[in-house]
């Protein structure tokens, strides 16, 4: 399932709206690898850095301008990070079906964060007039 962005997604904050735009691209490159034959070593180690970096980003925008859910973030990014070491385990494994189950539960738990948590502090960006933030 191809992910395409839209301003819907936006989070009000151009450089985590940045992250999660390329964030995106990342998880589709890795999709149309899955089940070709392609060695995905290299492209889930990229995007493992760059999920990190994302993360210490992010939970610091939001500790910056006083979200008090930074940490619900944070508990929200670990999980991330388990789901997408078993997706890491399933793709080592070489087992297709097993690899394509666990990218989907990744790609489905990715975009419920996307779309419940940062949603929830897009809201309160707004509601504090602390980024100017256009509604979709």
Same mark, same amino acid.
């Given at each position: 399932?191809?992910?395409?962005?839209?301003?819907?997604?936006?989070?009000?904050?151009?450089?985590?709206?940045?992250?999660?735009?390329?964030?995106?691209?990342?998880?589709?490159?890795?999709?149309?690898?899955?089940?070709?034959?392609?060695? /995905?070593?290299?492209?889930?180690?990229?995007y493992? $850095? %760059? +999920? =990190?970096?994302?993360? &210490?980003?992010? #939970?610091?925008? /939001?500790?910056?301008y006083?979200?008090a859910?930074? $940490? %619900? +973030? =944070?508990?929200?990014? &670990?999980?991330? #990070?388990?789901?997408?070491?078993?997706?890491r385990?399933?793709?080592?494994?070489?087992?297709?079906?097993?690899? &394509?189950?666990?990218?989907?539960?990744?790609?489905?738990?990715?975009?419920?964060?996307?779309?419940?948590?940062?949603?929830?502090?897009?809201?309160y960006?707004?509601?504090?007039?602390?980024?100017?933030?256009?509604?979709?």
């Open positions: 399932m191809a992910l395409e962005w839209s301003p819907i997604f936006s989070v009000g904050v151009p450089e985590l709206d940045r992250d999660h735009m390329a964030l995106m691209a990342m998880i589709n490159e890795i999709e149309n690898k899955i089940g070709s034959g392609y060695h /995905l070593g290299a492209m889930i180690e990229k493992c $850095g %760059e +999920m =990190a970096r994302h993360a &210490a980003r992010e #939970v610091a925008v /939001l500790e910056r006083g979200y859910g930074h $940490g %619900e +973030m =944070a508990t929200a990014h &670990a999980t991330l #990070v388990t789901q997408f070491e078993n997706f385990a399933a793709a080592a494994s070489g087992e297709v079906a097993r690899t &394509a189950k666990a990218w989907l539960e990744y790609q489905s738990l990715w975009i419920s964060v996307l779309t419940s948590v940062s949603m929830d502090y897009r809201r960006f707004v509601a504090n007039r602390i980024v100017p933030v256009v509604d979709p």
